[in-house]
T-cell receptor, first 114, second 109 residues
């Protein structure tokens, strides 16, 4: 069984640039969630995708956007990067419709904005 | 939004039992209570989940009182490798979860 994989693991950008982060879901999982984790904080929910559509969104501006593909993999795009966007971005896959909704996380992509 | 409250940090000696309590006063009737563990620079990892009373697995036990307004994660005989941040999760909707700041557990030799 393949777990959740994210790429790249680390990247550095400058203010105003755009970034795309990628996530491959665990086999059999149809839902992908993205979280932002700043240093010393808990993960903050960005949004969730199910059947290639956004299925819920946290308190993040529109410059945070995403995609889910037919194979359930996903992308997180962030435009007009700001210094405060520096964080660990976590992808989690799950199976929609289950009572418990357990999340399986990847190792994250560490983004540094200079 | 059903938020959670838990202690910011705890210290424990190796071999001791550690109990971390979480308050979730606004938990919905159908919501499960879930705990995750996170090591530095890694994604959170599921530990245990329950709805009421007591649940036990190979890693931990989870105690949930009848009113379900709190839960206690119990780690038996902790070791140095249990040093991590532990999160009590509250579902926002379906399998969308709110993570608080978590409890940073330090196990001391």
């Amino acid at each position: 069984e393949t777990g959740v994989t994210q790429s790249p693991t680390h990247l550095i950008k400058t203010r105003g640039q755009q970034v795309t982060l990628r996530c491959s879901s665990q086999s059999g999982h149809n839902t992908v969630s993205w979280y932002q984790q700043a240093l010393g904080q808990g993960p903050q929910f960005i949004f969730q995708y199910y059947r290639e559509e956004e299925n819920g969104r946290g308190n993040f501006p529109p410059r945070f956007s995403g995609l889910q593909f037919p194979n359930y993999s996903s992308e997180l795009n962030v435009n007009a990067l700001e210094l405060d966007d520096s964080a660990l971005y976590l992808c989690a896959s799950s199976i929609s419709g289950t009572v418990t909704g357990e999340l399986f996380f990847g190792e994250g992509s560490r983004l540094t904005v200079l | 939004l059903a938020k959670t409250t838990q202690p910011i940090s705890m210290d424990s000696y190796e071999g001791q039992e550690v109990n971390i309590t979480c308050s979730h006063n606004n938990i919905a009737t159908n919501d499960y209570i879930t705990w995750y563990q996170q090591f530095p620079s890694q994604g959170p990892r599921f530990i245990i989940q329950g709805y009421k009373t007591k649940v036990t697995n190979e890693v931990a036990s989870l105690f949930i009182p009848a009113d379900r307004k709190s839960s206690t994660l119990s780690l038996p005989r902790v070791s140095l490798s249990d040093t991590a941040v532990y999160y009590c999760l509250s579902p926002v909707a379906g399998n969308q979860f709110y993570f608080g700041t978590g409890t940073s557990l330090t196990v001391i030799p």
